[in-house]
């Protein structure tokens, strides 16, 4: 059914009065077509901050040609940004939702710092991400609390919007004789029209990967982003605004699914859109804006706009009088600081002289990559409120990395996570896959006295390690749950089944967080083949004499993993069902801590020999092996 069909449901007299004000009325040529008023509306959003607060130092990127460290991001920055955008007409800001988790920010203020930056911004509509459910409906329930709190400057008006949670009456998030915190739309007038932003969390990821309440409801995300779609139309809505934290690949193919859908703006998959190449970073998973078609043959603008405040989005959607879309167009940037460093004739980094610097900023005024903000002050004395409290902690060397640690999920992926951490420019495109989690899932073996092999899921491991000093906040940010080590016995049968458990759940859910990696375990992957034909020559490592055999399908081996996988999160479904059994030893080792002690130990740590590695060689979806340094 497209937005033309006049009979869909009858327009309340209000609407229609509305429509006569306006001089709206029958398109000519007796058609049966009605006629709206053409609009521009021009969204700013941001996605997956994870409580990165603070700017990124050191990052390196391409600029006017030449290599060049910057502060990227921030939110005290992205403050800035978006009170520059306070002139601009018909403006909606939105967050595409995992606001939190991820530094010690959320470790130590369980959301409160977060909330009070992002009032700083002043959300339209911020959409739950996974993430929100980390530590149960409770915790997203205190975040919503303090994001609502005049003391946190929770004046702003911003709706939490989800048309696919549902959770029980009597619950934290729908409290018996109390508002509930979640509505599945918002309705915002822009231009004196009437907007629609429906909100809608990952599904199957949210429930495997994260902890809510076992009697809060997950429901279909396109059955429910359906469903507020025609309760707003029969509401006189004609444009509508799709919130998501589906992830980018999840957002092009539920638009297809959708009646009148005109925009997603999304979340969840940390995804890069746009061309960054001028500046050093040649990893993005698609056009700004990406367009594809809904249902009904109309265009849809797809946004995204990476991750941890390091840039943000703005899409300008123009809609003709049929209230469809005509166009679209904008652009993600990169938010950077307006201090530089370059290499000088020794190689050391090096601050620009002033009048470089200067004329540097002059230049990026023009960029459609880049975009030079200072650290708004308000956000800033609000920040530093917090980040004294947890400087102490931050600041403590555990130790350091001799290269770069790059962070992958599944290899051969489209985003290059680390793509802005020196060493690791083509880190997505080799078969060995991520460092960090690598050397994370040798950390916990070494921290378990009887394991033969230990296992980690990727998007448990948070951000890649640059060449350098190591501090707790490295650790902190690396590993930033609260999961406890556990050991395992089980099959060799069994663990291959785990690692095709691992593979298959983001088959349907999307998610590569849940891909393998292991210390003491290495394979061989085709991600071409069907489940249970992906691995093959899986070796064991002796953990005395260090030599590789093939795994023993009928032998009973050790593995130590964190609670989280050992319980089925993630899809780990063959494990989940051991640990319901009650088979397995809770070692009460933090896993945080597991790898601090490792890294002390070890005192410097690096990747480890390429014959350790879980992945050994490995075929992509597309049937491309791919290269193995």
């Known amino acids: 059914m497209s937005r033309n069909d006049f009979n869909f449901t009858p327009l309340r007299p209000a609407a229609m009065a509305a429509l006569a004000a306006l001089t709206f009325g029958l398109a000519a040529c007796g058609s049966d077509d009605i006629s709206y008023k053409a609009i521009d509306i021009n969204i700013a959003h941001i996605n997956d901050h994870h409580s990165q607060l603070d700017p990124i130092a050191a990052q390196t990127l391409k600029l006017d040609g030449v290599d060049t460290q910057v502060d990227l991001g921030g939110f005290a920055r992205q403050t800035t940004v978006f009170k520059s955008l306070a002139g601009t007409p018909n403006l909606l800001k939105l967050h595409a939702g995992d606001a939190i988790t991820g530094t010690l920010y959320y470790t130590f203020f369980k959301g409160e710092a977060d909330a009070k930056l992002m009032n700083s911004i002043c959300f339209d509509a911020f959409t739950p991400g996974n993430h929100e459910f980390d530590d149960g409906d409770e915790a997203l329930k205190t975040l919503l609390d303090k994001l609502a709190d005049p003391l946190n400057g929770g004046n702003c008006g911003m709706s939490t919007v989800s048309a696919n949670i549902l959770p029980k009456a009597g619950t934290a998030l729908a409290p018996a004789g109390g508002k ?89 998959s940390h995804s890069l859109l746009g061309d960054f190449s001028a500046v050093g970073l040649t990893a993005s998973s698609g056009s700004y804006p990406t367009k594809v078609q809904n249902k009904s043959g109309e265009t849809v603008c797809i946004g995204q706009a990476w991750e941890y405040a390091k840039a943000y989005g703005l899409m300008n959607v123009k809609f003709d009088d049929q209230a469809r879309v005509q166009s679209c167009g904008g652009q993600a940037k990169l938010v950077i600081g307006d201090s530089f460093k370059r290499k000088d004739a020794a190689g050391a980094w090096q601050a620009m002289a002033p009048a470089d610097n200067q004329a540097l900023v002059a230049k990026l005024a023009s960029s459609p990559n880049v975009q030079v903000a ?121 663990i291959i089944a785990a690692l095709e458990d691992g593979v298959a759940n983001y088959d349907a859910s999307s998610s590569t967080g849940s891909h393998p990696y292991a210390a003491g375990l290495r394979w061989d992957l085709d991600l071409s083949k069907a489940k249970g034909q992906r691995f093959s020559n899986v070796q064991v490592r002796n953990k005395t004499s260090g030599a590789w055999s093939a795994i023993d399908k009928t032998k009973t081996y050790v593995l130590v993993t964190n609670d989280f996988v050992a319980a089925g999160g993630d899809g780990y479904a063959t494990l989940g069902t051991l640990y319901k059994s009650g088979a397995y030893v809770n070692t009460y080792l933090l896993y945080t801590q597991s790898f601090v002690d490792y890294v002390k130990a070890k005192g410097s740590i690096a990747r480890p020999a390429r014959a350790d590695y879980s992945h050994q060689q490995v075929i992509s979806k597309a049937g491309v092996a791919l290269s193995a340094n």
């Open 374 to 494: 200072a650290l708004d002050a308000s956000a800033t004395a609000t920040l530093k409120t917090y980040s004294d409290q947890v400087a102490a902690q931050k600041a403590i060397k555990i130790g350091s990395a001799s290269e770069a640690l790059c962070l992958v999920r599944m290899p051969g992926e489209s985003t290059n996570r680390s793509g802005t951490t020196a060493g690791c420019e083509s880190a997505n495109t080799l078969a060995r896959g991520s460092d960090a989690a690598q050397v994370v899932a040798e950390a916990f073996l070494n921290a378990s006295k009887r394991a033969d092999f230990a296992l980690q899921n990727a998007g448990g491991v948070r951000i890649a390690i640059p060449a350098g000093d190591l501090s707790m906040n490295t650790a902190f940010t690396v590993l930033p749950f609260t999961n406890v080590l556990v050991e395992m016995n089980l099959t060799g049968e069994q």
């Open 180 to 268: 509930a915190y979640l509505k599945p739309y918002l309705i915002k007038k822009i231009d004196g029209v009437d907007v629609g932003i429906v909100g809608l969390t990952v599904a199957a990821k949210t429930v495997n990967s994260s902890r809510p309440l076992a009697s809060t409801e997950f429901k279909d995300e396109a059955t429910a982003a359906q469903k507020a779609i025609d309760e707003l139309r029969a509401q006189g809505v004609r444009h509508v605004v799709l919130l998501s934290h589906l992830g980018y690949e999840a957002d092009k193919k539920i638009a297809p699914q959708l009646t009148d859908v005109d925009v997603i703006i999304g979340g969840d």
